[in-house]
């Protein structure tokens, strides 16, 4: 079951607009066929709009509504004479005649639904890997929110390596994938392009593009600041800790120092008490 929204001004909008839909299980909302009062009104998987009268407001309705992109196809209902006047420009993704039985009302809507579909799979899409973004619809990446001055084939090579961060390619696969199967030059044409690239992500970032000796190159994908944050705690408490035995063992070592000369002095101060005492009967 899919929902669907209504724009008209029929004051029996189920039985009077499309009749059809009175004999389907899809979920159908009712609104204004006006542009204002499209702001409040939940999504839908189809918008049908009434184009049965005034075809002139009808119009500029479905023009508005494709340019604002409401994200879902939008399915015209007019009468058989009404069909002369439509055409492309309306912007609309099909139409259907008031008199349309179910079954093609279903498949129509069902039909749109999937082109919908298959037009979203197959847009242009954003890839980010850290302070990378690779806009494909612009044909334009980013660093760190600065435009990077990329050719086609740059641009084109960094886009695969981010689409496919830490996979190792060969440079015969990059040139393959990159630059085509007719393209007739050497590998070597990939290590220029790589070395381009890297002098335009700047030193604090070339290593995006790692190297993998007798292999190729691979999008290195960037530590996350947590985890990089968390290294760098654990080798401050690594430090710390050998900073602190290694004070303790000078400590340690300085106190059996002080000891043994105070252990040596005893035997000899014994040994002058004994002397007096011995002394001392002999003086009386």
Not at 245 to 267: E, I
Request: net charge neutral.
């Amino acid at each position: 079951m899919s929902s669907l929204l209504l724009l008209t001004n029929a004051l029996q909008p189920s039985t009077e607009v499309l009749p059809a839909l009175g004999l389907l299980l899809h979920q159908v909302r009712v609104a204004p066929a006006e542009g204002p009062a499209l702001v409040d009104t939940p999504g839908a998987d189809v918008i049908l709009i009434d184009g049965r009268r005034d075809l002139p407001q009808v119009r500029s309705l479905c023009q508005l509504l494709r340019s604002t992109g409401p994200g879902c196809p939008l399915v015209l209902v007019v009468t058989e004479g009404g069909l002369a006047a439509v055409t492309a420009d309306w912007g609309i993704d099909d139409v259907l005649l008031d008199t349309a039985g179910p079954a093609e009302v279903e498949a129509r809507l069902r039909l749109a639904m999937g082109r919908q579909q298959i037009t979203a799979d197959d847009s242009p899409m954003e890839i980010r890997n850290g302070d990378l973004s690779v806009d494909e619809a612009t044909y334009s990446a980013k660093l760190k929110g600065r435009v990077l001055d990329l050719t086609f084939k740059e641009f084109e090579l960094i886009k695969y390596l981010a689409q496919h961060p830490g996979r190792v390619f060969t440079r015969a696969q990059l040139l393959q994938e990159v630059w085509g199967y007719d393209y007739f030059g050497g590998t070597r044409t990939v290590d220029v392009h790589v070395r381009r690239l890297r002098a335009k992500l700047g030193v604090e970032h070339e290593s995006l593009i790692g190297t993998v000796r007798n292999v190729g190159y691979r999008f290195v994908v960037p530590e996350k600041p947590e985890r990089a944050e968390k290294a760098a705690r654990d080798a401050r408490d690594t430090t710390e800790k050998a900073d602190r035995a290694a004070r303790t063992g000078h400590s340690d070592g300085a106190g059996a120092a002080a000891a043994k000369p105070a252990a040596g002095r005893a035997p000899g101060a014994a040994a002058e008490r004994a002397k007096e005492a011995v002394a001392r009967p002999a003086q009386g």
